[in-house]
C-alpha cells in the first residue's frame, strides 16, 4: 500500500500572498543589499526561513481570543487566563510576563547571578549568553560530544555532558554555580533535543549540590514529542505529559512564546521560589510593566494562553516535526550535508562541506545562503564565520521552518531548489566583507563578490 502523504492539520482561512521576483530581480536587490539577506525587504523573497521565532500563524481559537483580551493595566482576567495555561503545563508556582524571551533572561540573571559565577547550560542561545556575561557571570557550554559531529546520528544530541557538569561543580564548588540550564529543544546545537533520562540526571546532580535547574523552554513541545517518539517507555504518552514531566524536574524556567507560544510576539519567566519571584518582579515592574501585564497587550497573553495548547496537539506536532525531517532527508539522500538528525524546528546545511573550494574566510555559509536565494527566493540564515567571527567552529546556513506558515509544497519546492545549488556547487564562489559593525556584526555587514 502506497504511504499516505502527511497532510497539514488544518486548512487556511485566510491567506498571505508571496510574490515572485525573476532572478535579474533578485540579483539586483541582493547586490544592493551587500550580500547579506537581512538587508533585503520581505517582499522580495519567497520563502522566508530566517527564523522560527514570532513567525508562526494563529489559529481561529487564538484570534477568537485576542478579542476577549482586556487590556486593563493591572488585575486582567487576560492575564489569569494566561497564568492558568502556563501552570496547567509546566506547573510553577509563580508566572511573570515578558515582552519576549530575552526579557526574562535579563531579569533572571540580574536576580540569580553576579560577577564571577558560572552558569553551565547544555548550550546557550546566543541572547541567554548575552545576558548571563552582561550580569559578569561565565556562561558555559557543556553539550555532550556527538554534538559537536554535525554528520553523527544519535536520538538526543541536545542532552547536556552530566560528567562534565559533576566535575564542574567539584572543582569550582556548587556556591559559584547559582543554577543550571537546560535549552529544549538545543537551538544553537541544531534544535536536538534532550532526553528526560537527560535532564533527570542532570536534576541529580543539581539536588545533591542544592543547585537550582532552570529550563529554556522556547520549544518544550518539540521537545515532548521526541521523547515520545525516541525515549522508551514515552510512546504512549502525550506530549502534555511529558512536558508535565520536564518541568516537574524544574524549579523554574524562561520561555519566548514566540516559539512554541504560537504567538507573534510574548515570553514569560517562572520560579518556585517565593523570594525570588518578588525580587524579579519588583525588576519587571522597572522595565517591562506592572506584573499582571509585563510589557504585553492583554490580547498577546490570551493569544498565548491558547497558542501553548495548541502547540501540544499531537497531529500538530506530527506533522511538524515530520515536514522538518521530510526536508531534511531529501536533502541528504541527494548527498547535501546537514546537521543530523534533522532538528525541531530546523535544517542545518554544514557550508563548509558543500562547498569545500570555498575557505573558511571567505564565508562558505554566506556564499550558499546568497545562492540559495539567487536560485529561488528562499531566505536563510548563515550561522558560521560572518556571525561568530574567529570563534565560529562550523559554518552553516539554517532554514528555520516558521509553523503553521508554509504548506507541503512550498517545502517540496525549497528542496528542489537546495538540490539544483547543490548539483552545480562547484561553481560557486567566496565573499569578501567590505563593512562591519563592531558588534553583531552579521545584521548589518555588507560584502562583496569575489572574482572567480
Ligand atoms: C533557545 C532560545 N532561547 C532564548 C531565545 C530568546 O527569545 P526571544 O527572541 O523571544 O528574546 C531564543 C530565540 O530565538 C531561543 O531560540
Known amino acids: 500500500m502506497a504511504v ?18 525573476t532572478r535579474a530581480q533578485r540579483q539586483e536587490l541582493i547586490e544592493k543589499a551587500g550580500y547579506n539577506l537581512f538587508l533585503v525587504a520581505s517582499e522580495a523573497i519567497l520563502i522566508d526561513l530566517l527564523t522560527d521565532s514570532g513567525t508562526s500563524a494563529m489559529s481561529t481559537e487564538q484570534w477568537a481570543a485576542m478579542m476577549r483580551g482586556d487590556e486593563s493595566y493591572a488585575g486582567s482576567p487576560s492575564f489569569a487566563r494566561f497564568r492558568d495555561s502556563v501552570q496547567a503545563i509546566m506547573g510553577f508556582q509563580h508566572v511573570i510576563p515578558t515582552h519576549q524571551g530575552r526579557a526574562a533572561e535579563r531579569i533572571l540573571f540580574n ?7 558560572i552558569v553551565p547550560n547544555n548550550t546557550h542561545f546566543d ?14 557550554d557543556l553539550p555532550i560530544p556527538e554534538a559537536k559531529e554535525p554528520a553523527l546520528l544519535h536520538p538526543f544530541k541536545g542532552n547536556m555532558d552530566t560528567a562534565q557538569l559533576s566535575a564542574l561543580i567539584e572543582k569550582e564548588g556548587a556556591q559559584r554555580i547559582p543554577l543550571v540550564m537546560l535549552t529544549v529543544t538545543n537551538n544553537s546545537g541544531g534544535g536536538q533535543p534532550v532526553s528526560m533520562a537527560n535532564i533527570r540526571e542532570v536534576k541529580g546532580i543539581c539536588h545533591k549540590h542544592g543547585i537550582p535547574l532552570y529550563i529554556d523552554a522556547c520549544r518544550f513541545a518539540e521537545n515532548a514529542y521526541f521523547i515520545k517518539l525516541r525515549e522508551a517507555g514515552y510512546a504512549e504518552k502525550t506530549p502534555r505529559e511529558i512536558a508535565r514531566e520536564i518541568f516537574s524536574y524544574a524549579d523554574g524556567c524562561t520561555m519566548s512564546a514566540k516559539k512554541d507560544g504560537l504567538a507573534n510576539i510574548g515570553g514569560f519567566l517562572c520560579t518556585n521560589n517565593d523570594i525570588l519571584a518578588q525580587q524579579e518582579r519588583d525588576l519587571l515592574i522597572l522595565t517591562e510593566g506592572f506584573p ?43 548527498g547535501v550535508p546537514i546537521v543530523q538528525p534533522p532538528g525541531g524546528h530546523a535544517i542545518y546545511i554544514d557550508a563548509r562541506a558543500f562547498l569545500p573550494h570555498v575557505p573558511v574566510s571567505q564565508f562558505p555559509g554566506v556564499a550558499l545562503a546568497v545562492e540559495l536565494y539567487l536560485e529561488g ?24 521552518i516558521p509553523r503553521r506558515v508554509y504548506t507541503q509544497s512550498h517545502v517540496e519546492y525549497v528542496v ?10 562547484e561553481k560557486i564562489h567566496g565573499y569578501e566583507l567590505v563593512h562591519q559593525a563592531p558588534f553583531l556584526r552579521h545584521f548589518t555587514a555588507r560584502l562583496k563578490p569575489l572574482a572567480v
Do not use: Q
Open 416 to 425: 528542489e531548489i537546495i538540490l539544483d545549488v547543490w548539483r552545480r556547487r
Open 377 to 400: 527566493g528562499i531566505r536563510s540564515v548563515e550561522i558560521g564565520s560572518l556571525m561568530f567571527g574567529d570563534n565560529a567552529r562550523m559554518d552553516l546556513v539554517r532554514l528555520a
Open 111 to 117: 536576580v540569580m547571578c553576579k560577577k564571577g559565577d
Open 4 to 21: 499516505r502523504p502527511i497532510i497539514e492539520p488544518f486548512r487556511i482561512k485566510s491567506v498571505e500572498p508571496i510574490r515572485e521576483t
Open 292 to 334: 499582571t501585564y509585563g510589557g504585553l497587550a492583554g490580547r498577546d497573553l490570551e493569544a498565548i494562553a491558547v497558542g501553548l495548547n495548541e502547540a501540544l496537539a499531537e497531529d500538530y506536532l506530527h506533522y511538524r516535526i515530520a515536514s522538518t525531517a521530510f526536508l531534511g532527508n531529501h536533502i541528504a539522500k541527494e
Open 127 to 140: 541572547t541567554t549568553r548575552a545576558n548571563c556575561e552582561f550580569v559578569g557571570a561565565i556562561a558555559l
